[in-house]
């Protein structure tokens, strides 16, 4: 007790002997005191609940995108714009209502992105490795598929009438986007070239095939995978001479000319550049599938910027041409943080830098959606599937670069250490038996692989609960500690799709909250408690 005390106060002394830098106005109460007044003006209009029938949901979801990767990003993002970072907005921090998800799979504490996806796209918690299947299912038993596949919310919504999109820094056909549309026991079966033989002859399809024949006439699919498309040895269109770049389908199919030709004289454009991209004009199209790699998109920070569309500028696109639908749209965009999106790719490289500017990424797009849209009329949720075991800490002051030293050294070791760490993974480093002196390293740079505590190849997902950010009508409805599967109910409910349809009939949804009454009464309470608690001193 006496040793952890001497920590504290001796590492609080270390941190106050320095001087950190913040804006002089935040040195005057009425800043904070106004700033809240502010807040809490916004919070009070939220008692008139948006109770609309949403016409359009978009689910933006990170990929791996935990808490602390959040908050990362949020300073991140500030830092970018010449700020210290911590007082930042993000633009998911600027939805109404957050809730809590529960992410574990069925048979999984730490889940991964093919059972999680399976929770918050078709309702159904699953087991670890499946998508679109229920917990019946057994990963990597063909003939546990048949009669346990559940279906998705961008079919409830096709099925509406709506048009539907998705949109990823992955491979279209990568756990995360594959839940929407296939029911496969195994997320690693991205084309037949990747399946068992008896699969195959148990009759089990691979995931690439069942993005273009299970939910005919997606109206937008962006993303990378083009080689999961092609014939095996098929030379790549951006790089014929990379071998990994080539087709790896065994039934010789050509994916890419069957959806073309699927679409008869309707405008369907297939584009693998970003310059195809942006030269189509969203109101003629009527089907767009974007293949922009071989496999998962490139990270941000390494993304040729010439050849390959931003998340921001696929949204953009996707969003114009669901729009022309009257009935309304779905759309699933997906930013990776490093190992899973590429959010998730860069934290299981190890590669905090990449996942956080991925995250911001997605943040820029969660923005421009923001723009082509109205909170009258769509309901946007931003979540992530899972959380990793990143963490960021070490006493540093108000504005340390995120990726900066933590402001004293370890009174073990007497070394630096960087605030962002990471349980286990790649980072894990001994030089003569002991932990690397890493003052001589660039900690900085995109690649760098931040120190671990236990030695893996691949860093792995972490168990805590996710955040689930709303906006638009009935987004209160996500307001508490739920299971991650009730995520794609409230979207149905709210948009009148699926299986609870009910209170649709009247033309909008039935009145939610209590009378204005008795909800001023309660908010003028818990403001008086809330107020004694904070000025008690
Ligand atoms: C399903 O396949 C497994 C082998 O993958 C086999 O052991 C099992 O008996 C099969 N079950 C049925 C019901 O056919
Ligand atoms: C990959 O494609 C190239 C053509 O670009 C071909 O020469 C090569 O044999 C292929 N490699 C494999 C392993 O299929
Ligand atoms: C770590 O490296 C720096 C720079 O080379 C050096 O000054 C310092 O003494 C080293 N610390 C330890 C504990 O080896
Ligand atoms: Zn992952």
Known sequence: MNGIALLFFSSFAYICAAIPQFPEQEKEPKFWRDWAQRTLTKALSLQRLNTNIAKNAI????????????????????????????????????FPHVALAKTYNTNAQVPDSAGTATAYLCGVKANEGT??????????????????????????????????????????????????????????????????????????????????????????IMGGGRKYMYPKNTPDVEYPNEYKANGTRRDGRRLVDEWKSSKGNQAAHYVWNKNQLLALNPHKVDYLLGLFEPADMQYDLERDKQMDPSLAEMVEVAIKILQKNPKG???????????????????????????????????????????LTSEEDTLTVVTADHSHVFTFGGYTLRGNSIFGLAPMQSDVDNKPFTSILYGNGPGFKLSNGERENISTIDYKQNNYLAQSAVPLQMETHG????????????????????????????????????????????????????????????????????????CWP
């Open 131 to 220: 998508v679109g299947v229920s917990a019946a299912a057994v990963r990597s038993q063909c003939n546990t598929t048949f009669g346990n596949e559940v279906t998705s919310i961008l079919k409830w919504a096709k099925d509406a009438g709506k048009s539907v999109g998705i949109v990823t820094t992955t491979r279209v056909n990568h756990a995360t986007p594959s839940a929407a549309y296939a029911h496969c026991v195994d997320r690693d079966w991205y084309s037949d070239g990747e399946m068992p033989p008896e699969a195959i002859q148990g009759g089990c399809k691979d995931i690439a095939r069942q993005l273009l024949e299970n939910i005919p006439n997606i109206d937008v």
């Open 463 to 534: 168990g805590e609960d996710v955040a689930v950010f709303a906006k638009g009508p009935l987004a209160h409805l996500l307001h508490g500690v739920h299971e991650q599967n009730y995520i794609p109910h409230v979207i149905a409910y709210a948009t009148c799709i699926g299986q609870n349809t009910e209170h649709c009939k009247g033309g909008y949804p039935v009145p939610c909250g209590a009378s204005s009454l008795t909800s001023t009464l309660s908010n003028l309470l818990s403001f008086l408690i809330l107020s004694l608690l904070l």
């Open 59 to 94: 689910l933006f979801l990170g990929d791996g995108m935990g808490i602390p990767t959040v908050t990362a990003a949020r300073i991140l993002k500030g830092q970018m714009n010449g700020f210290s970072g911590e007082e930042t907005q993000l633009e998911m921090d600027k």
């Open 329 to 371: 749209f779905y759309l699933l965009v997906e930013g990776k943080w490093p190992a899973c999106g590429r959010i998730d790719h860069g934290h299981h490289e190890g590669k905090a830098k990449q996942a956080l500017h991925e995250a911001v990424q997605m943040d820029i797009a969660v923005g421009k959606a923001g723009v």
